[in-house]
């Protein structure tokens, strides 16, 4: 069922620069468009810290070296915001991913959708067209089921959505069910620890998902 809650405030397409009757992309960014294990990682490590591969989780993953006890979430916290606010415009493009959107450029409206705060605005969107990923942004918070429903609600075309998270994914099936969803899981140490579900394909080569993408939104 869908989770109930403040509904989002959703732009229209017009005041985003984009077009009603195109199908419509709603594409993530971490671990879909870019490494951000791999990039927060190496933040970390820079301020004595590290992320391990254990589970897929981020707050239990970060440690002092040596220990075997996580950092307490809320120091984990302080590191993921300073991220954001001066290091996410460092991340690596995850591997196909540049080359699969401008494949479906000529196809869809491309709209991407991160949950990251606020302050990530100029370097999140400077990261993205720095590496060829001109497309519209929304930095937003919580499940994205209700702000995608309002978004493809305006569109005649079809839709689809990319995440790497099972809550994103279910969020929008509840809240925008004709939506075509994609699971896509972009670093390798990842692949094995990240949940999957029969809801929602899961294709971790950008190459076959921008392929699978075309086909449901033609
Ligand atoms: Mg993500």
């Known amino acids: 069922m869908a989770e109930s809650g403040p509904r989002p405030i959703v732009p229209t397409l ?6 009603r009757e195109r199908p419509l992309v709603i594409v993530d960014v971490d671990e879909v468009l870019g490494l951000f294990m791999k990039g927060f990682g190496g933040f970390v490590a820079e301020r004595g810290y590290e992320l391990r591969f254990d589970r897929f989780a981020l707050f239990q993953n970060l440690y002092r070296p040596g220990e ?13 915001d300073e991220f954001f606010r001066s290091g996410c415009g460092e991340l690596e493009p995850a591997p ?7 494949r479906l450029k000529p196809k869809a409206e491309i709209l991407i ?17 720095r590496h060829g990923l001109p497309h519209t942004l929304i930095l937003s918070s919580g499940p ?26 279910d969020s929008v099936a509840d ?16 692949r094995a620890l990240a949940p999957r579900s029969d809801a929602h394909p899961r294709i971790d080569d950008w190459a076959q998902l921008g ?8």
Request: one cysteine or more; proline letters at 4%.
């Open 96 to 102: 196909g991913a540049v080359e699969a959107l401008a």
């Open 211 to 218: 392929e699978a993408i075309e086909r449901a939104i033609s």
């Open 175 to 190: 809240h925008s069910p004709r939506t075509a969803r994609f699971q896509h899981v972009a670093d390798p140490r990842l």
């Open 14 to 19: 017009e005041s985003l620069g984009l077009a």
């Open 68 to 80: 075997m006890e996580h950092l307490e979430v809320t120091e984990g916290r302080k590191l993921f």
């Open 113 to 129: 959708l991160s949950n990251a705060p606020a302050s990530a605005e100029r370097l999140r969107g400077d990261w993205l067209r």
């Open 144 to 169: 994205k089921g209700p702000i995608t429903a309002g978004l493809t609600a305006q569109c005649s075309g079809k839709t689809a959505f990319i995440d790497d998270l099972l809550s994103n994914l």
